[in-house]
């Protein structure tokens, strides 16, 4: 069976929308903590000295001991997310969480947008330019990979 479109012509068409997912900061009393505020593609240099929550999955982990590097994801894109306690001590806790978190993870990360040091800007993402250094992190959930 045909299923006829709009016009009658027997094609359905698709209209793609361009829309942002950026989302309007919400009063703090009623967002909870792990809501994000914006997506992972969409932060860019101009956040720079912001604190942002993320939410994705951890598309690729890697531990270099004293420092944690977690790409992570959503639908928008992909930023990087470094847990550092060096640079940041109030991370104790955030560095010891990353260090648990294994590809596909589901987390929620909130964290102060830095822009990347020079000679470590990515060209290939839109958001080579920042990263985010985690303030708090936390496990949504886990995956069996």
Same mark, same amino acid.
């Given at each position: 069976?045909?299923?006829?479109?709009?016009?009658?012509?027997?094609?359905?068409?698709?209209?793609?929308?361009?829309?942002?997912?950026?989302?309007?900061?919400?009063?703090?009393?009623?967002?909870?903590?792990?809501?994000?505020?914006?997506?992972?593609?969409?932060?860019?240099?101009?956040?720079?000295?912001?604190?942002?929550?993320?939410?994705?999955?951890?598309?690729?982990?890697?531990?270099?001991?004293? +420092?944690?590097?977690?790409?992570?994801?959503?639908? $928008?894109?992909? &930023?990087?997310?470094?847990? %550092?306690?060096?640079? #940041? *001590?109030?991370?104790?806790?955030?560095?010891?969480?990353?260090?648990? +978190?294994?590809?596909?993870?589901?987390?929620?990360? $909130?964290?102060? &947008?830095?822009?990347?040091? %020079?000679?470590?800007? #990515? *060209?290939?993402?839109?958001?080579?330019?920042?990263?985010?250094?985690? +303030?708090?992190?936390?496990?949504?959930?886990?995956?069996?990979?």
């Amino acid at each position: 069976m045909r299923n006829p479109g709009a016009d009658g012509s027997g094609v359905a068409l698709c209209v793609k929308q361009e829309t942002s997912f950026t989302e309007p900061p919400l009063e703090n009393a009623m967002r909870a903590d792990w809501q994000r505020t914006i997506g992972c593609g969409d932060v860019r240099a101009e956040h720079v000295g912001t604190t942002i929550t993320v939410n994705g999955w951890a598309n690729s982990v890697r531990d270099h001991g004293q +420092v944690v590097f977690v790409d992570l994801r959503d639908r $928008t894109g992909v &930023v990087q997310i470094v847990c %550092d306690p060096a640079r #940041n *001590p109030e991370a104790a806790a955030a560095f010891e969480d990353a260090k648990k +978190v294994r590809n596909e993870y589901a987390l929620s990360i $909130t964290a102060k &947008v830095v822009k990347r040091q %020079d000679g470590m800007e #990515n *060209p290939l993402l839109a958001t080579g330019a920042i990263e985010l250094e985690a +303030v708090t992190f936390r496990i949504l959930n886990t995956a069996q990979t």
